[in-house]
């Protein structure tokens, strides 16, 4: 089965509305990254987590290493969070083992 | 600030056709990656280097070819391009800071198509 799990595969919101944003980890996963991917293909990188949580304006991520998951909330949704968010999980061999995607579309 | 550059942006061949494409990175960071991107699905891990003249296997790396000429660029060979072939193929660097953190940054992508 997949080593990391992403939920939903997809999503679509309104704009100014809250979503929370899953993976599953079936590795022992020491830090997590969170990535979007924008509509033109490009991977911005949102977020480096080791165990615990951190915040950057509207969104927010959390790593719990025990319960082995990750999440990534998004507040207040605006039209250019549009695009597929990957979250990728370093194991223990320090290799990065990436999550399939979650497609988010916001409607105006 | 840096960049990664992705040449060429587009890239067509024909089957069976070997083809070579080039990233460059400004960051000075040690690790880059080629991943592979097929539409609508995550990224597949088919090289990386760790250094100046290093190279790991990932998981997709048959029917591929690796060089780091040098710690700023490294470049991928499809040996033999695959009838209707279509991906992207995404370059990434990242250097692990003395804090432990490691994160990618990534180039556009290549994109390729195969008559």
């Known amino acids: 089965g997949d080593k990391v799990k992403q939920s939903p595969s997809a999503l679509s919101l309104q704009e100014g509305t809250n979503s929370a944003l899953r993976c599953n980890f079936s590795i022992a996963a020491t830090t997590v990254q969170w990535f979007l991917q924008n509509p033109r293909g490009s991977l911005i990188n949102l977020f480096y987590?080791?165990?615990?949580?951190k915040e950057n304006g509207r969104l927010k991520s959390a790593f719990d290493s025990k319960e082995s998951y990750s999440t990534l909330h998004i507040r207040d949704a605006q039209l250019e969070d549009s695009g597929t968010y990957f979250c990728a999980a370093e194991d223990s061999n320090y290799q990065l083992i990436w999550g399939s995607g979650t497609k988010l579309i916001i409607k105006p | 600030g840096g960049i990664i550059t992705q040449t060429p942006k587009f890239l067509i061949g024909q089957e069976g056709q070997k083809l070579t494409l080039k990233c460059q990175q400004n960051?000075?960071?040690?690790?880059m990656y080629w991943y592979r991107q097929d539409s609508g699905k995550g990224l597949r891990l088919i090289y990386y280097?760790?250094?100046?003249?290093?190279?790991q296997k990932g998981d997709l790396s048959e029917g591929y070819d690796a060089s780091r000429e040098k710690k700023s660029s490294f470049s991928l060979t499809v040996t033999s391009a695959q009838k209707n072939e279509m991906a992207v193929f995404l370059c990434?660097?990242?250097?692990?800071?003395?804090?432990?953190?490691?994160?990618?940054?990534f180039g556009a992508g290549t994109r390729l198509s195969v008559l």
């Open positions: 960051f000075n960071h040690d690790t």
């Open positions: 280097s760790i250094t100046e003249n290093d190279l």
């Open positions: 987590l080791v165990p615990g949580t």
């Open positions: 990434a660097s990242s250097i692990r800071t003395g804090a432990g953190q490691n994160t990618l940054y």
